[in-house]
């Protein structure tokens, strides 16, 4: 089926899949917890994605190893979200803006446990190698 004019491309599950590194399941489930609720349905019900919901799966795929929760993540969407809405009223922005920046912060401080962690993983495996 060819697109329409100013029509966003739609990929089926399988496809965002792919392109996301997640499993099926995992897409599903987070349609399921109203995280990323596909854009539309095909005539036969299947799940139907435009390019900027396979953009807020990757920001949720992102959070997972960081240790965020499904609810945080949707405040973060929901933040993202205000933040990029030009009609948003001021107060709304700066409350979303704020949000943002708690995440960024603890995105932050958890990546530096992790290569701590890494580091760590290395050196054994290292020492483990040695004859």
Same mark, same amino acid.
């Given at each position: ?49 435009? /390019? ?38 001021? /107060? ?9 920046? /708690?995440?960024?912060?603890?995105? /932050? ?23």
């Amino acid at each position: 089926m060819p697109e329409r004019e100013n029509e966003p491309a739609q990929m089926q599950i399988g496809n965002v899949a792919a392109r996301t590194e997640l499993s099926i399941k995992t897409i599903r489930h987070y349609d399921d917890a109203g995280l990323v609720t596909p854009s539309a349905r095909s005539k036969g019900g299947f799940r139907l994605y435009t /390019e900027s919901d396979v953009q807020r799966l990757l920001v949720i795929r992102r959070m997972k190893p960081l240790g965020f929760t499904l609810e945080e993540m949707r405040e973060l969407l929901t933040a993202l979200d205000a933040r990029a809405d030009g009609s948003a009223d001021r /107060e709304a922005r700066a409350t979303a803006e704020r949000y943002v920046d /708690e995440c960024h912060r603890r995105a /932050e401080t958890t990546c530096a446990e992790l290569r701590t962690q890494l580091a760590y993983a290395e050196e054994f495996t290292a020492l483990l190698a040695q004859p």
